[in-house]
């Protein structure tokens, strides 16, 4: 098939894509700096039709933002509060019990859980959680706690990182997201969020997750103040792992929100970047077999473009996420499984529901 590109630099890449060449820093840095992102999409839509045809995923989830109260004041984030703040709340279990009981009779299939780092709940509360979570939802996995979460849990339950992932996986854990990498780099991390665990240590703790038989995704936050190489950085840290481990599950690229931060200056991304980000992850990440397109950050309608620009997964219905929200984001607070369905159908694209391990369900 022939391809002409009008941005000259991508016919090499493209040559690598066709005979399986994994794409190197410096391709990546032509990637993130053409112009032509028609091209570009073509390049992420040759790989991706060529893992998943015409399949697109999505999951009938819903969210569980236990608290928002959190010791470590990331500069980029509008979720985390001090437990003074009028906005601050911690959910009980028996909150949690409610929130279940409301939607238990949808056919949801994954709880997502994560939280602030509040330092008033002790171990015990995390294991009741994912154990009150497997009672009333038996059927459904439950994907909880980012490693900023697990390197918490570790330090006030006393126990190793192995054994606190053991411990929570025989109390229900089923797989982790992929939160808290953000930008695996020091100067970002030093500058945006000090208090958070190091790059490293995100690194060795999905290592860890990863060999105890837990699954993961990965993340990564852009449009705040990274670079290209940093973010490519980024991407061959999280390629070089996954050749290690073969844990991660799919990849999701995350557009920063900034209103009601601290890094309101910054503009929101655009559509070029986000479509950009998403190509590129496909076309860097060689050895993760989904990317996905997460509507809650750049909108329903872009997220079902990128189905042609690299990603094969919209996530899911997303019932009550409050973090993204916080920030400003303007997409809906949830979806039902008709619009999720819609969304793909209208891209051109076969709507395939899946679990958390992707999965079909008939």
């Known amino acids: 098939m022939k391809v002409l590109f009008l941005d000259k630099k991508l016919e090499n890449i493209y040559l690598k894509i066709i005979n ?116 009333i939802r038996p059927n459904a996995k439950i994907k909880a706690f980012t490693c900023v979460e697990i390197h918490h849990l570790s330090k006030i339950s006393g126990f190793s990182l192995e054994k606190t992932i053991c411990l929570l996986k025989d109390a229900g854990l089923d797989m982790m997201p992929g939160g808290g990498a953000e930008i695996l780099n020091s100067r970002i991390r030093k500058k945006l969020f000090p208090q958070k665990i190091k790059g490293e240590t995100w690194l060795k703790i999905m290592e860890i997750v990863h060999k105890n038989g837990i699954t993961s995704n990965a993340t990564m936050l852009y449009g705040h103040i990274e670079t290209i190489e940093e973010k490519i950085a980024h991407l061959i840290l999280l390629r070089e792992l996954q050749d290690k481990t073969k844990g991660f599950s799919a990849f999701i690229p995350l557009a920063f929100h900034s209103k009601n931060t601290c890094l309101d200056y910054i503009p929101s991304t655009t559509s070029i970047d986000d479509l950009k980000n998403i190509a590129i992850a496909r076309l860097m990440l060689d050895n993760f077999d989904h990317i996905k397109a997460y509507w809650v950050m750049i909108g329903e309608q872009l997220a079902s473009v990128a189905l042609s620009y690299g990603a094969d997964d919209l996530d899911g219905t997303i019932i009550e996420e409050k973090i993204t929200h916080r920030a400003g984001a303007k997409s809906a607070k949830g979806l039902t499984q008709n619009q999720m369905k819609d969304l793909i159908k209208n891209a051109g694209f076969k709507p395939i529901e899946r679990d958390s391990f992707y999965n079909e369900i008939s």
Do not use: M
């Open 20 to 135: 399986k060449t994994r794409l190197s820093t410096k391709d990546g840095i032509i990637l993130f700096n053409t112009f032509d992102l028609t091209g570009l999409g073509i390049l992420a839509d040759i790989v991706r039709k060529k893992i998943h045809n015409n399949k697109a995923y999505y999951i009938y989830n819903q969210h569980l933002n236990y608290t928002n109260i959190c010791k470590n004041k990331c500069l980029f984030c509008a979720y985390g509060v001090d437990k003074e703040n009028n906005k601050a709340y911690s959910w009980s279990i028996n909150d949690i019990k409610e929130k279940l009981k409301k939607r238990i009779n949808e056919p949801i299939n994954e709880l997502h859980i994560v939280g602030g780092i509040n330092i008033d709940l002790d171990f015990n509360y995390y294991i009741d959680l994912l154990k009150t979570v497997k009672k």
